[in-house]
């Protein structure tokens, strides 16, 4: 795959790019050149998602937080959460705790 010279592109495109591939970052060109250049360098972490779902969590790690992971994994061991899915970089559970209040990130 060709690299891409995101300095050449318009504002707009670039807009639509950090959207598309669910990148935060600040409005300036600058720092949405730097968010894309590292997501295509695979070094781009998303932030962790929490979402009340009823009585549960929905969770969202990016693969890089290891600790996370592995405290995920004890959650699934103990039964208190359950795989989801993997979406835009993520990997989904399902949990009856909520791991930021609980202090695991």
Excluded at 32 to 46: A, C, F, N, P, S
Excluded at 89 to 97: D, L, P, T, V
């Amino acid at each position: 795959m060709e690299k891409i010279d995101y300095k050449k592109l318009r504002l707009d495109v670039l807009e639509g790019l950090i959207c598309s591939r669910m990148i935060e970052c600040n409005d300036t060109k600058t720092d949405m050149i730097r968010q894309l250049e590292l997501d295509d360098e695979g070094k781009y972490v998303r932030k962790t998602t929490v979402e009340k779902e009823g009585d549960n969590f929905l969770i969202g790690i990016d693969s890089v937080h290891h600790d996370l992971m592995v405290q995920m994994g004890k959650l699934i061991e103990s039964g208190d959460a359950t795989r989801s899915h993997f979406s835009f970089g993520r990997h989904y559970y399902i949990s009856k705790i909520n791991i930021i209040e609980n202090g695991m990130e």
